[in-house]
Nanobody, 124 residues
Framework: QVSLVGSGGGLVQAGGSLRLSCAASGRTMTVFAMGWFRQAPGKEREFVAA????????RYAESVKGRFTISRDNGKDTAYLQMNLLKPDDTAVYYC?????????????????WGQGTQVTVSS
């Protein structure tokens, strides 16, 4: 089993930055990929970014490419999401997630483990 704790959300003005953290514990060596998803009121859960544990390769949603950066600290078993140039449309609850199988995907249903979510609010 893997447990995830997400943190770092808050209130920021448009154009500002936030850095989210996702601390993993348990059998972290079984995790193949970690990802960030977000969900705004009235909207479906949306893929944001993902990173492979094996080689640190990354992928991003087009809406955040060039503004957000996902990274990992293997020694800390922690993933980060650096969010720059934030927009009001980025307002959502952000969830970190991890796969329980060897899979490289943007689909939320393929992620086995989930953090509790952290609120990001961007004011205009």
């Amino acid at each position: 089993q893997v447990s995830l704790v997400g943190s770092g959300g808050g209130l920021v003005q448009a154009g500002g930055s936030l850095r989210l953290s996702c601390a993993a514990s348990g059998r972290t060596m079984t995790v193949f990929a970690m990802g960030w998803f977000r969900q705004a009121p009235g909207k479906e859960r949306e893929f944001v970014a993902a990173i492979k544990r094996s080689d640190d390769s990354t992928r991003y949603a087009e809406s955040v490419k060039g503004r957000f950066t996902i990274s990992r600290d293997n020694g800390k078993d922690t993933a980060y999401l650096q969010m720059n140039l934030l927009k009001p449309d980025d307002t959502a609850v952000y969830y970190c997630a991890a796969t329980g199988v060897t899979v490289w995907t943007t689909l939320p249903e393929r992620y086995r483990y989930w953090g509790q979510g952290t609120q990001v609010t961007v004011s205009s």
